[in-house]
């Protein structure tokens, strides 16, 4: 089974009009759809905006299933200089928990600098970048590279940046890129690749680009395009990759 987590229903309408059948069940608070989208198991959760709807939805979703993937999908900010703009796809190479430090005079200083590890598993966790999984990342690119030509959008791959205070000016944007090097934002994807790395469960990140990060002008936002880019590409991918081995 593929487990996908996205923030908002409006993030998964058309994946859900493809799922057959469309069994709703409880998984802890929420309603969690269960079926098949191109011959492939597929669970799918809405978490709420944020890093804590984000992390208790794929908790409760992991203490429940053991999916063989969690892809986190729906709708990102595109930094400066990263060549992408509104209706453009994001495929995370890496999340970056970009809040969790201490801002001084001196710049900010995050935890691994500070000594603090962020996750007890297998030992500390002492930074907080998180890599997608190396095997989903090498399948998805080439798959989802054809939707994105097809669909007449660039894909670009690299860090994406979680935040809880998203960057509302250029100025507040340019310095998470200098302290970061993310390509784009959000503010659910390190919380659950975080998760998954508790669990020891693959994580993969598909977004499309819904707003350019940069001085706040609601005008050029688009969610619903970056919503049905990503929902496409990910279908390209559901639809050309290998089923997963079900576990025992
Ligand atoms: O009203 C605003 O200025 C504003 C700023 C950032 C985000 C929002 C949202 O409504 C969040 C929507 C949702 O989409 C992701 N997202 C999309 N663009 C961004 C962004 O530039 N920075 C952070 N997150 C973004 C996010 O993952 C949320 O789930 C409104």
Not at 38 to 57: C, E, M, R
Not at 113 to 142: I, K, N, S
Not at 182 to 189: P, Q
Request: glycine letters at 8%; one cysteine or more; proline letters at 5%.
């Amino acid at each position: 089974m593929i487990a996908i987590i996205a923030a908002v229903a409006a993030e998964t309408a058309l994946l859900r009009q493809s799922l057959s059948p469309c069994e709703v069940r409880r998984c802890g608070a929420r309603e969690l759809f269960l079926g098949s989208l191109f011959d492939q198991k597929v669970a799918l959760l809405h978490s709420g905006i944020g890093k804590i709807n984000a992390a208790s939805a794929v908790t409760a979703l992991l203490e429940t299933f053991k999916p063989e993937a969690v892809i986190v999908t729906g709708c990102a900010g595109a930094y400066p200089d990263s060549g992408l703009e509104v209706g453009d796809l994001v495929l995370a190479s890496e999340e970056i928990l970009a809040d969790e430090g201490v801002l001084t005079p001196q710049g900010f200083i995050d935890f691994a600098a500070l000594g603090f590890p962020l996750l007890e598993h297998g030992g500390p966790l002492m930074e907080q970048r998180f890599l997608a999984d190396p095997q989903l990342l090498a399948e998805a690119l080439p798959l989802i590279e054809t939707a994105a030509i097809k669909a007449g959008a660039r894909l670009a791959t690299g860090p994406l940046v979680t935040v809880s205070t998203c960057s509302g000016t250029d100025q507040a944007a340019r310095a998470m890129v200098q302290r970061t090097a993310g390509i784009g934002e959000n503010m659910e994807g390190a919380a659950v690749a975080q998760i998954c790395r508790l669990y020891e469960v693959p994580f993969l990140e598909l977004r499309g680009i819904s707003n350019r990060v940069e001085n706040r002008n609601l005008e050029r936002w688009d969610l619903p395009a970056g919503a049905k880019i990503a929902q496409r590409a990910l279908m390209a991918y559901l639809k050309g990759c290998h089923p997963p081995q079900e576990s025992a």
